[in-house]
């Protein structure tokens, strides 16, 4: 019984310091190009315009999920490569609850290697699963994270999504 209660303990404390670490993982160096906080309000812009012409309305800007989009942005660019798995292999919806964020519907799009905010939303509105995502009728919110690798990629996440 002792045994089983100090197995469980050390389960937890082995959990925290994983959650824990995912701070400093974040916290790791990560190049974002000085024209960042324009880019994502252009691209903002640009998909606030594609939803109101097809009749779906604005996405709101949410912190919270820029702070997950920014990370998985920075993720990516330090692996050098597209995947919608972040650390430790969580999937969007683990990631958003890191980010605070609980979410009734949520939609993630990826890119790289677009330098504009123009060409990516262009991108995505050229690929049917990427538009399907951006013109999800029930989203409310948006976030949008971007991050350059070694050689100046761009990598790009777009989270939208609607709150429990």
Known sequence: MMFARSLRGLRAGLIALAVM????????????????????????????????????????????????AQDHACALARRGRISHRGLFGTGLRTRLWWAGYRAALAVENLAA????????????MGSPGHRANLLTPGLRAIGLGLAQDGGGRIYWVMIGAAPR
Not at 48 to 53: C, E, G, L, P, Y
Not at 57 to 66: I, K
Request: hydrophobic share 50%.
């Open 21 to 68: 670490s995912l701070g400093a993982a974040s916290a790791m160096a990560c190049s974002v190009p000085a024209t960042a906080d324009d880019m994502r309000a252009a691209a903002v812009t640009a998909i606030n315009a594609a939803r109101r012409d097809t009749g779906s309305r604005a996405l709101a800007y949410s912190a919270d999920l820029q702070d997950a």
């Open 113 to 124: 290697g677009q330098s504009s905010a123009n060409a990516v939303v262009a991108a995505w």
